[in-house]
Nanobody, 123 residues
């Protein structure tokens, strides 16, 4: 299984980024997908997750209304649209996958992880 995250970069506060995660080696449409972040010296933190079909999405309170998670089960792609970015959003962002039925919000609920992409928001 490979999860390849991309799309990170440097953006000013208030700006937007779209993260992508390309999945291979798994039955993508039968996996819950999630996005997490990890800042230096901090634990990995949930951002958003989406169900197999994409019909159900859950978000951390701090990103509700700013981030949107989506997936394309034909292209085996996961996305995270991040708007109104804040300096506190700065972190390495990871995509994750698990064959569970219900989207989880804890790192230990996910089996597969990508390598991460750096997001830096300047003030």
């Amino acid at each position: 299984v490979q999860l390849q995250a991309s799309g990170g970069g440097l953006v000013q506060a208030g700006g937007s980024l779209r993260l992508s995660c390309a999945a291979s080696g798994l039955s993508f449409r039968h996996h819950v997908m999630g996005w997490f972040r990890q800042a230096p010296g901090k634990e990995r933190e949930f951002r958003a997750a989406i169900s197999w079909s994409g019909s159900n999405a859950v978000y951390a309170d701090s990103v509700k209304g700013r981030f949107t998670i989506s997936r394309d089960n034909v292209k085996n792609m996961l996305y995270l649209q991040m708007n109104s970015l804040k300096p506190e959003d700065t972190a390495v962002y990871y995509c994750a996958a698990d064959p569970r039925l219900i989207p989880g919000d804890k790192p230990n609920e996910y089996t597969y992880w990508g390598q991460g992409t750096q997001v830096t928001v300047s003030s």
